[in-house]
């Protein structure tokens, strides 16, 4: 029944390093007691077995054992490796975020960081440094894709129990309850990173700040729980259905009245051209931040901005964008090689199905259709 419990924990946590407890084995002797409560009204030292611990058995949560199992060495030696590499900058970030843990002082902590400047080295460190002290920190981002960069991370939505339809509740709040597992892990945890927050739509973090004080029973923002936000408000931004850019920065967490008990950290020193010394990779580093700093030109007819003529090639149409980046592609579409250099990258659906029309026209050989199935009929099929 232990192995029953245990492969059935395995399976709903799939990217959990999991090990036999003494909780699991209690699990199972509670099964069994309350079985032979069923049948015969006697309890397991009647029957000359060991009685289980329920009270131990409130406490035993998936969530909890989530967050706690990790193993210690590796985290140490993780750490011990790592700090080293940290840059003057990283390295003063990194000090501040341990003191403030180690004080046991809740703050909020923006870090502002554009690509390539090292958050995701620097936050896995972090998180590495409280969980090998035996110390809960948990690992949140607002989508998958960064959730999975991070050790024991999960999106925001699904660990928290987010409101899908936060923009229509006046005051949403997570879906926890203080005995549920998650609450204990948030009660308890000594940090909570919140990755790519920029994302987020403004009352996700609200309805976090509120479920926090009421967990912790403390009015403070976030009930005197240390946060660490990062991102970068130069990317992408919330994202509002059938809004307007004006309703989409009301949406960001800087409009939120939790932003003024926000304090910024900041990375700037670029790792990608630090570490290899290259000058064009640097200049475009730069045009970028200029971009998202807004101090490129605007036109004001039209709400554009003028582009150097050393940030990009500009083309006039779908067929020369084509051309410019899949040059003979008759002849070069079989070499992997190339193909792996070159990409073209659209943000609309309707335009990426066009692009690749135009490239598979480009190519001169016989189609193929490759079909498949989702059901079958007959049950031996599977």
């Not at 193993?71 to 003063?92: A, C, F, M, R």
């Not at 989409?248 to 967490?253: G, K, M, S, V």
Request: hydrophobic share 40%; proline share 3%; net charge negative.
């Amino acid at each position: 029944m232990a192995e029953d419990i245990f492969r059935r924990i395995r399976k709903e946590n799939s990217k959990m390093n999991m090990n036999f407890t003494a909780e699991i084995y209690n699990e199972a002797l509670i099964m069994i007691e309350d079985l032979c409560l069923e049948i015969a009204n006697k309890v397991l030292n009647q029957l000359g077995m060991p009685s289980p611990n329920r009270s131990a058995a409130a406490s035993f949560d998936v969530e909890l054992c989530r967050e706690q199992n990790y193993n210690t060495g590796d985290l140490l030696s993780y750490v011990q490796s790592n700090i080293p590499k940290l840059t003057l900058e990283q390295k003063g970030i990194y000090d501040q975020i341990m003191q403030t843990v180690n004080n046991g002082v809740g703050e909020i902590f923006f870090l502002d960081a554009p690509g390539g400047t090292g958050k995701t080295f620097l936050i896995r460190l972090i998180l590495a440094a409280i969980r090998f002290q035996n110390d809960i920190a948990l690992a949140l981002a607002s989508s998958e894709i960064a959730a999975t960069l991070l050790p024991g991370g999960r999106t925001a939505h699904s660990a928290l129990k987010l409101p899908l339809n936060l923009q229509f509740i006046e005051t949403p709040t997570c879906n926890i309850s203080k005995a549920s597992g998650m609450g204990k892990v948030l009660q308890k945890c000594k940090l909570i990173v919140w990755d790519e927050c920029t994302m987020a739509y403004k009352k996700s973090l609200e309805a976090l700040d509120r479920s926090l004080q009421d967990l912790r029973g403390n009015i403070r923002p976030f009930g005197d729980a240390l946060i660490l936000l990062a991102g970068d408000f130069r990317q992408t931004l919330p994202v509002i259905p059938r809004s307007t850019p004006e309703d989409e920065i009301n949406a960001c967490l800087k409009y939120s009245t939790l932003w003024r008990h926000v304090n910024t950290l900041k990375l700037t020193t670029n790792m990608r051209v630090q570490l290899q010394n290259d000058r064009s990779a640097e200049i475009f580093s730069h045009q970028l931040l200029e971009i998202g700093n807004g101090k490129v030109l605007v036109d004001l007819t039209s709400g554009r901005v003028s582009l150097p003529h050393s940030f990009c090639n500009l083309v006039t149409s779908k067929e020369e964008l084509v051309e410019k980046v899949f040059p003979n592609i008759q002849t070069n579409y079989k070499n992997h090689d190339w193909l792996s250099e070159r990409a073209i990258l659209a943000a609309k659906n309707k335009d990426v199905y066009e692009l690749n029309n135009i490239i598979q026209s480009n190519i001169q050989s016989e189609a193929v259709t490759y079909k498949s199935v989702d059901t079958v009929v007959e049950a031996d099929e599977g």
